[in-house]
């Protein structure tokens, strides 16, 4: 079975494999591969797809899964909604993204109703659980993947949140932190794929980070990395989520800009969104202002420009720190696409010494607000080798 989950892994994450590529990334033999092969073809979780192009040989037959062999219940929460999609082997949704407001600190935003939106999820789709191979969840906070534990929220005495969920849904679930879960979105289909040491930015209600590093998903020792947020580099006297003061996430994230924007028309600024804010949704509301940057609007620019510079400081840090052959830019505000790209790279100019900085690109993730979705569907992938797939 161990074969197996390995061969279904490796054509998840690379679409097309010859016999010989799964030879040599399961670390089996050519004829072992062979066989397993051919059993998962039989079983029809595996189909060949033609002849790889000739390289003066035979041609090699390619395989790639079905994309109805498995499916994944994909979660991607964050502080105020969570969205639910069940995704194909071809990491293709299978169905509407379904989205419910389920804000962190609300006294009814529980591990029983989390399980019980996903349950009835599920229930919908019309897919049987069997047909399943797993709950990938990203979620905000201090997340520990390998004991499936959230230590900031959904509290679960005497066992993880990914037990619980598992027990409750009758699914083996993985959770990770959101911004990790971006980038391994982005290590395994994004612009981290090309890339050694790369570094992921999620702009989003916080400032969040991930990070590949010697061509390694990276998560720390607990697996605690990344709370780029929460760099004190401010003397702002601005309370973070986290409790401290003057962390990066008060100057930057778009909560920030939500509420800027709001000052800034209650003090008579001209720009379109006059009428859009302020909104009681945060949701539409960051929409609403990177919408009217991408449209032009002087004011909106400004706002993701001064915000692009802050967080142009931080990866300043960053930069001296790691050297960083990439800076990805991903998550909810990276829909803005370029115009976070030059006041980032004006304050690097200010802020980095010039040898470090000389190599390092700035690029918007081509992933867009999908990206914690498809992390969610490939931690379940990533689980493989420990969790048992329905094989």
Known sequence: MIYKRKIIKELYFAGNLSCLDISDR??????????????????????????????????????????????????????????????????????????????????????????????????????????????????????????????????????????????????QTFIENDSRLIALAEFRFGIARRSSNVLVINLGWGVGLGMILNGEYFRGHNGFAGEFSHLPIYSNNKLCSCGKSGCLETEASLLELIAKAEEGIRNGSLTSLSTQLPAKDPDRAAQAILAAAKAGDKFAVGLLSEAGYTIGRGIAILIHLLNPETIVLSGRGATAGKIWQAPIQQALNEHCIPRLAANTQIEISTLGNDAELIGAAALVVEGCYSAALPV
């Not at 092969?37 to 390289?55: F, N, R």
């Open 26 to 171: 399961t670390s089996t033999s050519l004829p072992l591969a062979t066989k397993m092969l051919g059993q998962l073809v039989e079983e029809k979780y595996v189909t060949p797809t033609g002849y790889a192009p000739s390289t003066g040989g035979r041609r090699a037959q390619s395989y790639s899964l079905r994309p109805e062999s498995f499916y994944i219940v994909s979660v991607a929460m964050d502080q105020y909604f969570t969205r639910i999609v069940m995704m194909d082997m071809h990491r293709k949704q299978v169905t509407p993204v379904a989205k419910f407001a389920f804000p962190q600190t609300a006294k009814d935003s529980t591990p029983e109703r989390l399980a019980a939106l996903i349950r009835e999820f599920i229930l919908e789709s019309g897919i049987a659980s069997t047909h399943i191979a797993g709950i990938g969840i990203g979620m905000p906070g201090f997340v520990d993947s390998r004991e499936g534990i959230n230590y900031s929220f959904l509290d679960t005495p005497g066992k993880g949140i990914a037990r619980y969920l598992t027990e409750h849904t009758g699914i």
